[in-house]
T-cell receptor, first 113, second 110 residues
Framework: DTGVSQNPRHKITKRGQNVTFRCDPI?????LYWYRQTLGQGPEFLTY????????KSRLLSDRFSAERPKGSFSTLEIQRTEQGDSAMYLC???????????FGPGTRLTVL | SQQGEEDPQALSIQEGENATMNCSYK?????LQWYRQNSGRGLVHLIL?????REKHSGRLRVTLDTSKKSSSLLITASRAADTASYFC??????????FGTGTRLTVIP
């Protein structure tokens, strides 16, 4: 399968702990996006990479959130000092250069107790 | 805040009937896209319509775009039970990120 993959699929953590999620985009897609989706809502944009450069960050991305894409391939999203309000599905998507269609991974569901 | 807003929030129809969902948005766009999300699964891209297009077809899907009213509609013809899902419109403005609406939950009854 050559789609977008995300790991882990589920993460349960205690409030105050740090968590890290990984996204592997479709090979050769130079753009990578992170979104967050809460129950009953549409996804909300968090941040966007073109190759290894982080070009845009949403105001939703507080100082506790950091994302990297060091070699322009996979990306990680880290949440420090998790809060119960961070509980959500974290979605990753990628797109090819010159196209607007984004391909989404299955998501990582985070539960903060 | 969410860019788009879908209407209705929920729709229930019999298999074989047509389903129409509407989307309104707030600012100028480059393009508008529709996505489907099945329960517990990821988002799947359905169709993209650019700001200079008015109508587009893909299989049983028909999308219209009215930029003067800042609205779009998605028509699914001859619905099937497998079409049961949540449908989201998403807009692209100057940046490349998608702004999603709140979604329409479609239930197709066999």
């Amino acid at each position: 399968d050559t789609g977008v993959s995300q790991n882990p699929r589920h993460k349960i953590t205690k409030r105050g702990q740090n968590v890290t999620f990984r996204c592997d985009p479709i090979s050769e897609h130079n753009r990578l996006y992170w979104y967050r989706q809460t129950l009953g809502q549409g996804p909300e944009f968090l941040t966007y990479f073109q190759n290894e450069a982080q070009l845009e960050k949403s105001r939703l991305l507080s100082d506790r959130f950091s994302a990297e894409r060091p070699k322009g391939s996979f990306s990680t999203l880290e949440i420090q000092r998790t809060e119960q309000g961070d509980s959500a599905m974290y979605l990753c998507a990628s797109s090819a250069k010159g196209t607007d269609t984004q391909y989404f991974g299955p998501g990582t569901r985070l539960t903060v107790l | 805040s969410q860019q788009g807003e879908e209407d209705p929030q929920a729709l229930s129809i019999q298999e074989g009937e047509n389903a129409t969902m509407n989307c309104s948005y707030k600012t100028s766009i480059n393009n508008l896209q529709w996505y489907r999300q099945n329960s517990g699964r990821g988002l799947v891209h359905l169709i993209l319509i650019r700001s200079n297009e008015r109508e587009k077809h893909s299989g049983r899907l028909r999308v219209t775009l009215d930029t003067s009213k800042k609205s779009s509609s998605l028509l699914i013809t001859a619905s099937r039970a497998a079409d049961t899902a949540s449908y989201f419109c998403a807009t692209v403005t100057g940046a490349n990120n998608l702004f999603f609406g709140t979604g329409t939950r479609l239930t197709v009854i066999p």
